[in-house]
T-cell receptor, first 114, second 116 residues
């Protein structure tokens, strides 16, 4: 399998649940990203991992906890979410050696918090 | 900081009409520019890119030219199809100083609907 794969595609969770989103890339890239896409809002960059080290955390609430165990895998651990956290969560990767590197996106996880 | 501004949508066209979606940017250095497309229920796919001034990116009949003097990267297609209905995002990537990755900044997206 090639590209960026996200699982699950859809997730419904209660506000007291704990769940995790998974992202896997088979492109040999060295940077991975989590984005949040809400209705009628621009794409929001949440976290950036470069060489498995978190290099950006854009004021994301602590109920979102990322993990990057190796260069191919990225997780987003979720706990005690709020209904306003319902959104499409997109994972991306890039080979970030120069400014010309484009990002490749997964299909996203559609999250609904009830 | 960097920013990208796209024309407000939604854009509604008839099949075979000409398409233009405007995009302008603000950046401190010399960014690379991209257009991404998102079909319903899917993630973002790279449509085309340009890495330096006067470069023209093209793919699937879509084109965009990197205009440094007007800081623009407008998307055009001569004859749209129903299958082009999607959300289009303009983006730039500028390597953050001292880092080993390129950070993407997106516009707000433009919804395109093409009717038969």
């Amino acid at each position: 399998e090639t590209g960026v794969t996200q699982t699950p595609r859809h997730l419904v969770m209660g506000m007291t649940n704990k769940k995790s989103l998974k992202c896997e890339q088979h492109l040999g890239h060295n940077a991975m990203y989590w984005y949040k896409q809400s209705a009628k809002k621009p794409l929001e960059l949440m976290f950036v991992y470069s060489l498995e080290e978190r290099v950006e955390n854009n004021s994301v609430p602590s109920r979102f906890s990322p993990e990057c165990p190796n260069s191919s895998h990225l997780f987003l651990h979720l706990h005690t979410l709020q209904p306003e956290d319902s959104a499409l969560y997109l994972c991306a990767s890039s080979q970030g050696s120069s400014s010309g590197a484009e990002a490749f996106f997964g299909q996203g996880t559609r999250l609904t918090v009830v | 900081g960097d920013s990208v501004t796209q024309m407000e949508g939604p854009v509604t066209l008839s099949e075979e009409a000409f398409l233009t979606i405007n995009c302008t940017y603000t950046a401190t250095g010399y960014p690379s520019l991209f257009w991404y497309v998102q079909y319903p229920g899917e993630g973002l796919q790279l449509l085309l890119k340009a890495t330096k001034a006067d470069d023209k990116g093209s793919n699937k009949g879509f084109e965009a030219t990197y205009r440094k003097e007007t800081t623009s990267f407008h998307l055009e297609k001569g004859s749209v199809q129903v299958s082009d209905s999607a959300v289009y995002f303009c983006a730039l990537s500028e390597r953050a100083g001292g880092t080993s990755y390129g950070k993407l900044t997106f516009g707000q997206g433009t919804i395109l609907t093409v009717h038969p």
